[in-house]
Each structure stands twice: as C-alpha cells, then as structure tokens.
C-alpha cells in the first residue's frame, strides 16, 4: 500500500488564542494513539470566520474548536447542529463528514463527565448555577437534557439570566428558576450540585471568590468550580469548609477534549495523558 504523508488536520480558531493551551494536550493525545493528526491553534479575527471555516472544507480539516468570539456566529456557516448546540446557541467544536460541517458543543458534556469520573450523577438532580454566560448556558442546558430535575440560574445581569431560565423550562424536560444576584447568593436548602461558572477566580484573579453566602453550603451538596487554573480556587476551598464533596475544573477541560479528539478520530481519548501534559503545563 502506498505510504500516506498527509497528516489530518484540527485545530482551534479564536482572538485571543496565544494563550490557549488545548493544542498541547490534543498532540499529546494523538502521539500517544499513534495519529497522525495535527493540532494547529489559528488566530481568526472577528470577521474573518467565513473564510476561516472555507478553509476547514479547501484543506480537508478533519474538525476544529472554535473560541471567543466566534462560538455564536459560527452558526450560520454550519450544515447540521447537535440539539445540545441548537438549544445551547454556541458550537465549540466542529466535525467535518466530507464537507458536510456538524456543530456541537461540548463544553456541558465535559462538565457531565468530570462529575460521573466523581461519582456523581445528574438524573433527578437540582442543580444551582452560578452565571449565565457561555459556560453556564452549556452546564445549565446539558444537565436539563441528561435529567436533571430543575436548574435555577444565579446572575447579576437579569435580562442573561432569565432569557438562559426560560430556555431550560421551554426547551428541556427540566424546571427552571432564577436568582437575581444583587446580594450574597443564598445557595437553595434543596440544591443537590452546586456550580460556579463565572469567570471569577481565574488566573490572575485567584484571590477571588464568587459573592456567596458560604454558610448555605451544606455538605450534602457537590460542588463544581469552571475554573481550571488555578484549579484549587477559594468557591471550592470554602465548600470544603462546609464538608461538601468538591470537582473541579480541570476535569471539565480534559474531558471536553476528550470528547473532541473521538469525535475528530473515532478512537478513546486517553485521558491520563492529557490530564497529566495539561497538569505540567499549568505547573501543577
Ligand atoms: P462569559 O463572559 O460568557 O460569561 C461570564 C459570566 O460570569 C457571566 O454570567 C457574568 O455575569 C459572570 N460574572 C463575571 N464576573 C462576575 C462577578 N464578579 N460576579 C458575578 N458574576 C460574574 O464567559 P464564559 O462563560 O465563556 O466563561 C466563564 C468561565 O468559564 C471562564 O473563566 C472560562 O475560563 C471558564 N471555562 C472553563 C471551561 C472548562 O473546561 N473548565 C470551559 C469553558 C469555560 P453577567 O451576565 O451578570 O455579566
């Protein structure tokens, strides 16, 4: 058989994207599979994603992941969503079926995983959110979707948080409700998984926590944390305080590209490999 020199082709478009690590460990994963795949972290500016997603059908790209800010616009170039991704109204990942492009996203399902790997499932669960931005729309939506019982969304913007509440209750099998955080959140005495999906907290902003009663932290709850650098963050160190049961973020981003690389290839993802390449990346 003639010898194929062509590598499969994935990768990442996003501004900013310097800092994103996603390509270390999508490699790291493909040479412990033995794939020839590349991963290659492309800077798109606002505006140039037609092209960009041109370019995925001209070079055969077998998929790509697509960041801040084209994860909504990206939309209107695709051929087929997920109905996670339609509910959701975002795409983090592409699939290319020769030339046909599949909108999905992953996020939530990375999300999902990071807390089974814990033990800890969503059926039948009340789930309490914290934020209403792209994140929390994946949690909140894919947990509706996978049983949760009722999701009820905290934000400080109150147009975001009741246009993602309503969402969950017209779209999903699940409940939602809504709390408008003008105050220290009181965390709901029934909330079984309680998340931050905020931004606060991420490097360099580790001193911060997110504006919470921590007293209304009970240690029957599991409680979940997006951020992943530092992943140790004080929302998690003060549920631990509270004798909850604690996940945080880094599981969500292995997993969410775990789910990636065997969308791209077909092939499981070795997690360990690329929990460990994303630990010594982030110096932990
Ligand atoms: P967005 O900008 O879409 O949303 C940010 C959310 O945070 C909004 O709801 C905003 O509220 C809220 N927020 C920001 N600052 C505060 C504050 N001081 N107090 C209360 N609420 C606040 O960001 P994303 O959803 O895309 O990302 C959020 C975080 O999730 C990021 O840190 C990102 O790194 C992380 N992330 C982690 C992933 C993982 O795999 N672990 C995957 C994806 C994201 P408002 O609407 O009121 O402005």
Redesign the pocket.
Known sequence: MAKCYRAELVGAFGCPIDENPTGVMEEAAFAAKGLNYRYLTIKVNDGDLKPAIEAVRAFHMRGVNCTIPHKVKVLEYLDELSEAASIIGAVNTIINNDGKLFGENT?GK?FITSLKDAGVGIEGKNITV???????RAIAVECALAGAKKVTIA???KE??EELTKLISDKTPAEGAFIL?DRPVEVPADTDIFVN????G?FPNVNDK??VNYDTVTSRMVVSD???NDPHTLFLQEAEKRGAKTVN?LG??VN?GAVNFTLWTGVEAPIDVMTQTLKDEFGL
Not at 130 to 136: D, K
């Open positions: 996020d990375g914290l934020g209403a931005g792209g994140a929390a934000n400080r913007d975001r948080g955080w999906a905020t931004s606060v991420l997110p504006d997006v951020i992943f973020g969500m981003l969410q």
